[in-house]
Every structure is written in C-alpha cells, then in structure tokens.
Nanobody, 124 residues
Framework: QVQLVESGGGLVQAGGSLRLSCAAS????????MGWFRQAPGKEREFVAS????????YYADSVKGRFTISRDNAKNSVYLQMNSLNPEDTAVYYC?????????????????WGQGTQVTVSS
C-alpha cells in the first residue's frame, strides 16, 4: 500500500509563491513517476505537472508552464511543486499522485495512488 501526504498549502496574495511537498511511503518511490493535479470548486480535477522516476523528464499543463516547477528527491521519498507568480485562478485543492510506471503521464486514470490534497488559496 502507498501513502501520499501533501503539505505546504495556504493563503497567498496574487504574485506570490508557495512550495508544495508530497511525502511517499509504502513503495519504492524511486521506481515510479509522480504527478500533481488540482481541483477548483465546481470543476473537475485537472493535470498540473508530472515527473519521471529519475526526474529527467517533466511535463506541465499550459496554464502553469513557466510558473510552476516539479521536482523530486528520491532519497527523501518526496516530490515538490514550486509555484511562482500565483494568480487567483490557481486557487484549488492540490493533489499529488503516484503512477506505478516510470514514465510521465497527464491523465487521472494513469495514476494509481492519491494523496488527500492541500488547499491553495490565492487572493487578488
């Protein structure tokens, strides 16, 4: 079984930054790709970013490209999402997810385990 625990969410003003963390346990973390998704009120959960098992490949949604950076530390069983230049449209619950394959993926059904989410609120 896998457990994913997100942290780092909060309230920030537009233009500010936050760094989300996701700690994983229960599997060999370094073998698997990871992703971040988000869900705003009344909307479906959407893809944000993905990183391959080694960190050598990353992929971003167009809406966050150039502002967000996904990274991982396999020694710490953790994945991160650095979010800069935040705007109110980034307000959502952010979820990390683990994919039981090594390569990046962009859809919800390609991920096997999910965290409980962390709230990010960006005020204007």
């Amino acid at each position: 079984q896998v457990q994913l625990v997100e942290s780092g969410g909060g309230l920030v003003q537009a233009g500010g930054s936050l760094r989300l963390s996701c700690a994983a346990s229960g599997r060999t973390f370094s073998s698997y790709a990871m992703g971040w998704f988000r869900q705003a009120p009344g909307k479906e959960r959407e893809f944000v970013a993905s990183i391959s098992r080694t960190g050598g490949n990353t992929y971003y949604a167009d809406s966050v490209k150039g502002r967000f950076t996904i990274s991982r530390d396999n020694a710490k069983n953790s994945v991160y999402l650095q979010m800069n230049s935040l705007n109110p449209e980034d307000t959502a619950v952010y979820y990390c997810a683990l994919r039981v394959l090594a390569t990046i993926a962009t859809t919800r059904d390609q991920y096997d385990y999910w965290g409980q989410g962390t709230q990010v609120t960006v005020s204007s």
